[in-house]
């Protein structure tokens, strides 16, 4: 009898762990990033473009072009492709 237990309680075990979405994984998820990652990298480009202009406004020569190059240029795509 305590046999039949165990066995039963191994296999409710394995059905609880198949239905746990800690354990589950989607096959076509794999490879994309989360969604933070995405954010963060079009936070990083629209903080370099604001910075930019902000500091064009002020008559900026040399830290805005770069600002805004880096922004446009390098993040924004990163944060497409991403």
Do not use: N
Not at 43 to 49: D, E, Q, S
Request: proline share 5%; charged share 10%.
């Amino acid at each position: 009898m305590a046999q039949t237990s165990t066995s039963s309680s191994s296999t409710a075990g394995a059905a609880a762990s198949r239905r746990d979405p800690a354990v589950v994984t989607v096959a076509g998820d794999a490879g994309h990033p989360s969604r933070r990652s995405t954010l963060l990298w079009w936070g990083l480009a629209a903080a370099a473009i604001l910075l930019g202009f902000a500091d064009l406004a002020r008559g900026g020569e040399t830290l805005a072009p770069l600002l805004l190059i880096v922004g446009y240029c390098v993040l924004v795509p990163i944060a497409i492709l991403k």
